[in-house]
């Protein structure tokens, strides 16, 4: 009986204990260290994780040491790969306007040299090349005088009828067909005269000629041209006539000190300014042009050689500006062209 009361008492102050425990976790917020209580949390853990989640919002110092140098070397290759990207394309807008300029050069050389026959290759060197080249073709309708001849009237749409490549001017080679010539295939006794002065006929004895009913152009427009001289005999009538001009490409030294193709041509007194064409290339020295101008057995002939020239050969190199300027890594092309000759014509002046 004594033993069951005690364990009672016993029990009783255990729920007391408990009791007052929990009446001062519910007064203070917190629970006495070492003591349990059932269905009441722990408030100080869950401040010390709410401290821990308020410090993890920033970094630590060692995390910016080991951050920055990171950071630091994939700005450095991002930089270096864009950089190799620009340079990438100007190089191709270097290489594309290279060759661009390289096919210019060679569509004008080579429309220039292909009309040209043997005998009107005049001098050249390893950088330059004068010719006479063509400026227009007629048929005479007329000789009114031993220096005066009427060619039929203008037609764009006629290539037959006379046709201009370049208006004539004063001291461009005329050259003619004479009545006593026998034009026979691949030669013909030519005789070239110069041109002093061209223009068009109001009135002419072309509109008696058959050939002027050939065509629909106005008789009005017949062109005279009067030469320095006169004829010892005249044209025939229906006859070609060819007008050339003496005509110089060569490679030259421009203002911005860089290396041009150019074009100019001789008036009969002067020659006229010289003109770019296409460019710039590289220096002579560096065989921006070489002209080589070859016989039939396809060997190089001097400048000045008499032997007969029959193909005309050019190579054009360009470079990019920075590799002209400092020799930098750079895009470089070049172009060859080779045209044939026409077969020989003689030529007598009168």
């Given amino acids: 009986m004594t033993n069951s009361l005690n364990t009672r008492a016993a029990d009783e102050y255990t729920v007391g204990v408990r009791t007052a425990v929990a009446d001062g976790v519910a007064a203070h917020g917190e629970s006495a260290p070492g003591v349990a209580v059932r269905g009441v949390a722990a408030p100080r853990i869950a401040a010390r994780s709410d401290a821990l989640k308020f410090r993890r919002r920033g970094n630590t110092l060692v995390e910016l040491i080991v951050a920055l140098p990171i950071a630091a070397m994939i700005s450095t290759v991002a930089v270096a790969l864009l950089l190799d990207t620009?340079?990438?394309?100007?190089?191709?807008?270097?290489?594309?306007?290279?060759?661009?300029?390289?096919?210019?050069?060679g569509a004008v050389l080579t429309s220039?040299?292909?009309?040209?026959?043997?005998?009107?290759?005049?001098?050249?060197?390893?950088?330059?090349?004068?010719?006479?080249?063509?400026?227009?073709?007629?048929?005479?309708?007329?000789?009114?005088?031993?220096?005066?001849?009427?060619?039929?009237?203008?037609?764009?749409?006629?290539?037959?009828r006379t046709s201009w490549f370049a208006a004539p001017q004063n001291g461009d080679d005329v050259y003619t067909v004479s009545a006593d010539s026998a034009i026979v295939p691949h030669d013909g006794n030519w005789r070239v005269s110069s041109l002093a002065a061209y223009a068009t006929a109001g009135s002419s004895q072309c509109t008696t000629?058959?050939?002027?009913?050939?065509?629909?152009?106005?008789?009005?427009?017949?062109?005279?041209?009067?030469?320095?001289?006169?004829?010892?005999?005249?044209?025939?009538?229906?006859?070609?006539?060819?007008?050339?001009?003496?005509?110089?490409?060569?490679?030259?030294?421009?203002s911005d000190a860089l290396w041009y193709l150019g074009r100019k041509t001789f008036?009969?007194?002067?020659?006229?300014?010289?003109?770019?064409?296409?460019?710039?290339f590289d220096k002579p020295i560096e065989?921006?042009?070489?002209?080589?101008?070859?016989?039939?057995?396809?060997?190089?002939?001097?400048?000045?050689?008499?032997?007969t020239p029959r193909s005309v050969a050019l190579?054009?190199?360009?470079?990019?500006?920075?590799?002209?300027?400092?020799?930098?890594?750079?895009?470089?092309?070049?172009?060859?062209?080779?045209?044939?000759?026409?077969?020989?014509?003689?030529?007598?002046v009168p």
């Fill in 86 to 105: 620009q340079k990438l394309a100007r190089r191709l807008d270097s290489s594309t306007e290279i060759a661009r300029e390289l096919r210019q050069a």
């Fill in 112 to 160: 220039e040299i292909r009309p040209l026959s043997a005998g009107d290759v005049v001098a050249w060197t390893d950088t330059s090349l004068d010719f006479h080249g063509l400026a227009g073709s007629g048929i005479v309708c007329a000789t009114p005088a031993a220096n005066i001849i009427d060619l039929l009237p203008l037609n764009g749409s006629d290539a037959l």
């Fill in 209 to 254: 000629r058959t050939l002027m009913s050939l065509g629909l152009s106005s008789t009005s427009n017949v062109v005279r041209l009067t030469l320095s001289a006169g004829l010892a005999t005249r044209a025939s009538v229906g006859s070609p006539v060819r007008i050339a001009r003496r005509t110089r490409y060569s490679l030259y030294k421009a």
């Fill in 267 to 280: 008036n009969g007194i002067v020659w006229t300014t010289i003109q770019p064409v296409a460019g710039p």
């Fill in 287 to 307: 065989h921006g042009l070489l002209i080589q101008v070859r016989d039939s057995a396809n060997n190089v002939l001097p400048a000045g050689s008499p032997r």
């Fill in 315 to 348: 190579m054009l190199r360009g470079s990019s500006p920075w590799l002209r300027a400092a020799g930098q890594p750079g895009a470089r092309d070049s172009m060859l062209v080779h045209v044939a000759l026409r077969g020989q014509m003689s030529v007598s």
